[in-house]
């Protein structure tokens, strides 16, 4: 087990050989083979459970962004600060900016399977279950700029600030805070978003 443990890779695969046996134990206790029907259910189930999944990546790294690493800066040594730069935050903007993306993908793949992709993106206007479609599709928007401002002005300006495209020092400066106050921003709205999404399911 602890070699297993020692690589992510490993971890993973060994997470999903996991998942594949609790499934084929439901399956066997239940008599019921509706989990790998391959039908409609089926596929709405499995965006939720990607769409959830690469949510709590994306959503998981802006706390860490703003939570942890940004309040830290302040009191690591100027010496060891390059390995945050240079090292940890390339990488978790990686999986922060990609993650976000999958999570938009799924989300519209999942809205347009349930049949609430227009109702929601026009915030349930006009619809019969407007109170439902307007709580999911504020949600939906709210996500949809959180996105954009991890691709379009976020990630770019982190480029610049760590140095990874060519940029002078006040250059540096200036990306280095607007991709701060443009992720303390997504901090914000995130909030508001997931209560909208949870509700949506839940209290209509």
């Keep these: 087990m602890a070699s297993i443990l020692q690589s992510l890779g490993r971890t993973v695969t060994a997470g999903f050989v996991l998942l594949a ?11 019921s083979m509706s989990m790998i029907a391959f039908d409609q259910a089926w596929w709405t189930f499995l965006f939720r459970w990607l769409h959830v999944l690469s949510g709590i990546m994306w959503i998981g790294l802006l706390w860490y962004f703003n939570f942890v690493q940004i309040p830290s800066m302040p009191k690591i040594p100027d010496e060891q600060k390059p390995a945050i730069g240079k090292v940890i935050a390339p990488t ?14 799924t989300g519209l ?10 109702g929601a993106l ?43 495209v060519e940029a002078d020092a006040d250059t540096k400066k200036k990306a280095a805070r607007t991709a701060m106050l443009f ?3 997504n901090t ?14 839940n209290l209509y």
Excluded: C, D
């Design 21 to 31: 046996i609790i499934i084929a134990i439901v399956v066997a206790t239940s008599g």
């Design 92 to 105: 978790a903007l990686f999986w922060f900016r990609w993650a976000a993306l999958v999570t938009v993908i």
């Design 122 to 164: 026009t915030l349930g206007l006009g619809e019969a279950f407007g109170g439902r479609e307007t709580a999911i599709g504020i949600g939906m928007w709210l996500g949809l700029i959180m996105a954009f401002n991890v691709w379009f002005v976020i990630w770019p300006n982190q480029q610049k600030a760590l140095g990874l």
């Design 183 to 185: 992720s303390r921003t």
């Design 188 to 201: 914000m709205l995130s909030i508001p978003m997931l209560f909208a999404m949870v509700s949506a399911q």
């Design 109 to 118: 793949i999942l809205a347009h399977l349930n049949g609430y992709l227009a």
